[in-house]
Structures are given as structure tokens and as C-alpha cells.
């Protein structure tokens, strides 16, 4: 989910070396791609009933 979003995102010019001009420090979109990758796995894998723990795995996935 977090490539799709980066792909699209970069698509119409918006990249994180221009984001983090704008907000003027870095934007942590690599990681928060990452995140998203991730959320995007654990909901495919709940979704078919594949994950047996799937809160616990969220939050850790969220660091909660």
C-alpha cells in the first residue's frame, strides 16, 4: 500500500526531497512507507483469515 501510494504520489510531483523542502525538516516518508506496507500486508492476511493474532500484530506493526 505505501508503494502504490509513493508511486502515485510521485506521479503528479510530489516526492519526499520536495515535502521536506516544504515542511522545511525531514518528512520520515520512507518509514511511513514502510508502515503502510506493512498495513497493507496485515489487512490482506486478515482479510483472509490467515492472521490468528491479528490485533497484537497491528500493534506492533503501530508500536502501541
Request: with cysteine; proline share 2%; charged share 30%.
Amino acid at each position: 500500500m505505501g508503494d502504490i501510494v509513493e508511486r502515485a504520489l510521485s506521479a503528479v510531483g510530489v516526492t519526499h526531497e520536495r515535502v521536506e523542502r516544504w515542511l522545511g525538516r525531514p518528512c520520515h516518508c520512507k518509514e511511513r512507507q514502510e508502515k503502510l506496507n506493512q498495513l497493507g500486508f496485515w489487512a490482506m492476511r486478515t482479510v483472509k483469515g490467515a492472521v490468528a493474532r491479528a490485533r497484537e500484530y497491528l500493534e506492533d506493526i503501530l508500536n502501541v
